[in-house]
């Protein structure tokens, strides 16, 4: 059974940075994106980053574009969101998902992963 399990979220002041993790289990499809995802209060969810097993190439979406880093250590079957430059409009739940590619699927969407963790709370203060 796959699991994915998010750590690294809380509180952070505007300006500051975090990094979340992803622990991944059970997940042993070769052909595979992993992707962050976040939803903010009575909005839709969003795909913020992806980086895909091939040939690790890396997907953001613009509200990620320089100033978030998206990175895997398939070693320990983790993987990563960087964001710096936190701001109020960052708060929100953030999940981290995976999906086993059968073809050539782009992971840029939400509804495009099949598996999801449970999701970790970013709260970002003024």
């Known amino acids: 059974q796959v699991h994915l399990v998010e750590s690294g979220g809380g509180s952070v002041q505007a300006g500051g940075s975090l990094r979340l993790s992803c622990e991944v289990s059970g997940f042993t499809a070769r052909r595979n994106c992993m992707g962050w995802v976040r939803q903010r209060s009575g909005q839709k969810r969003e795909a913020l980053a992806s980086?895909?097993?091939?040939?690790?190439?890396?997907w953001y979406a613009d509200s990620m574009k320089g100033r978030s880093y998206i990175s895997r250590d398939t070693t320990d079957n983790l993987f990563y969101l960087q964001i710096r430059n936190l701001t109020p409009d960052d708060t929100a739940m953030y999940y981290c998902a995976a999906l086993s590619r059968t073809g050539f699927e782009a992971c840029t969407t939400p509804g495009i992963f099949t598996h999801w963790g449970q999701g970790i709370q970013v709260t970002v203060s003024p």
């Open positions: 980086i895909y097993s091939t040939d690790d190439f890396t």
